[in-house]
C-alpha cells in the first residue's frame, strides 16, 4: 500500500509540474494580450459594423486616388517658348499632385485603421474566454 501511495503522488506531482512546465513554455501564446489594442473596450457589434464601414470607404476612395495625376498633357499643350505659360502648367500640376498626395495618404490611414480592427476581430475571434487560453497553454504539446 505504501508504494503505491508514493508511486500516486509521484505521478501526481509529476503531472502538475509537467502541466505547468508546459504553461511556461507556451506562454507566447498569449503575447496578445500584452500588446497594445485600442479597440479592446468597443462591443464586437459595433466593431463589426466599423470595419464593414471602413472597408467599404476605403475601396471607395482607392477608386478615387488609384492614378496618379500627370501634368504633361497641360504641360504640352503650351508652346515650347512660351514659358511663363509653361511655369504655370507646371504650378497647375504640382497643386494637383499635393491634392492626390493628401488623398492618397487619408487612404493609407484608413488602410492602417482598417488593419488595426481586422487584429482586434481576429483576437476575439481566436479565444473564447480565458479559460479557453488556459486549457490550450496546458494541452498544446
Given at each position: 500500500?505504501?508504494?503505491?501511495?508514493?508511486l500516486?503522488i509521484?505521478?501526481?506531482?509529476g503531472?502538475v509540474?509537467?502541466?505547468?512546465?508546459?504553461y511556461?513554455?507556451?506562454a507566447?501564446?498569449?503575447?496578445?494580450?500584452a500588446?497594445?489594442?485600442?479597440?479592446r473596450a468597443?462591443?464586437?457589434?459595433?466593431?463589426?459594423?466599423?470595419?464593414?464601414?471602413?472597408?467599404?470607404?476605403?475601396?471607395?476612395?482607392?477608386g478615387?486616388?488609384?492614378?496618379?495625376p500627370?501634368g504633361?498633357s497641360?504641360?504640352?499643350?503650351?508652346d515650347?517658348?512660351?514659358?511663363?505659360?509653361?511655369?504655370?502648367?507646371?504650378?497647375?500640376?504640382?497643386?494637383?499632385?499635393?491634392?492626390?498626395?493628401?488623398?492618397?495618404?487619408?487612404?493609407m490611414?484608413q488602410?492602417?485603421?482598417l488593419?488595426q480592427?481586422m487584429?482586434?476581430?481576429?483576437?476575439?475571434?481566436?479565444?473564447?474566454?480565458?479559460?479557453?487560453?488556459?486549457?490550450?497553454?496546458?494541452?498544446?504539446?
Amino acid at each position: 500500500m505504501g508504494k503505491a501511495t508514493l508511486l500516486l503522488i509521484v505521478l501526481v506531482v509529476g503531472g502538475v509540474g509537467g502541466g505547468f512546465y508546459n504553461y511556461q513554455r507556451n506562454a507566447p501564446m498569449d503575447a496578445d494580450l500584452a500588446e497594445a489594442r485600442p479597440y479592446r473596450a468597443v462591443p464586437t457589434a459595433d466593431l463589426l459594423k466599423t470595419i464593414a464601414s471602413t472597408q467599404k470607404d476605403v475601396q471607395r476612395r482607392k477608386g478615387a486616388v488609384a492614378a496618379a495625376p500627370t501634368g504633361a498633357s497641360a504641360i504640352d499643350a503650351t508652346d515650347s517658348s512660351d514659358v511663363g505659360s509653361r511655369a504655370n502648367a507646371f504650378a497647375g500640376f504640382q497643386r494637383q499632385n499635393e491634392q492626390w498626395k493628401a488623398q492618397r495618404g487619408a487612404v493609407m490611414e484608413q488602410e492602417i485603421l482598417l488593419k488595426q480592427l481586422m487584429h482586434e476581430k481576429e483576437l476575439r475571434d481566436k479565444d473564447v474566454d480565458s479559460w479557453t487560453r488556459i486549457k490550450r497553454r496546458v494541452l498544446t504539446f
